[in-house]
Nanobody, 122 residues
Framework: QVQLVESGGGLVQPGGSLRLSCAAS????????MGWYRQAPGKQRDLVAR???????DYADSAKGRFTISRDNAKNTVYLQMNSLKPEDTAVYYC????????????????WGQGTQVTVSS
């Protein structure tokens, strides 16, 4: 199995910053992509940012210019640096990873973390 463990959430004032981390462990041969999604109460889970194993990135419009996703392939860890936070960024943030579990398969299995709460409020 594969586990994704997120950390770094919390309460921050508007305009502040947070850095989220997500570490993957378990039966991993390689990780094709890692990303962050968020879900506010009563809303669907939406993409925030994602990054491939070669460093290509994709951001939601709401995250462009404020959030930066990065990845440490050696540690199987993805980070989300969030700056200029707004109250509308309040949500549970989930890590997602597409994992190739062995060298003999090309199949990518998707895993989710348990989520970390980010609250932006004065």
């Amino acid at each position: 199995q594969v586990q994704l463990v997120e950390s770094g959430g919390g309460l921050v004032q508007p305009g502040g910053s947070l850095r989220l981390s997500c570490a993957a462990s378990g039966s991993i041969f390689s990780i094709n992509y890692m990303g962050w999604y968020r879900q506010a109460p009563g809303k669907q889970r939406d993409l925030v940012a994602r990054i491939t194993n070669v460093g290509s990135t994709d951001y939601a419009d709401s995250a462009k210019g404020r959030f930066t996703i990065s990845r440490d392939n050696a540690k199987n860890t993805v980070y989300l640096q969030m700056n200029s936070l707004k109250p509308e960024d309040t949500a549970v943030y989930y890590c997602r990873a597409g994992v190739r579990k062995t060298s003999t398969t090309t199949y990518i299995t998707t895993y989710w973390g348990q989520g970390t709460q980010v609250t932006v409020s004065s």
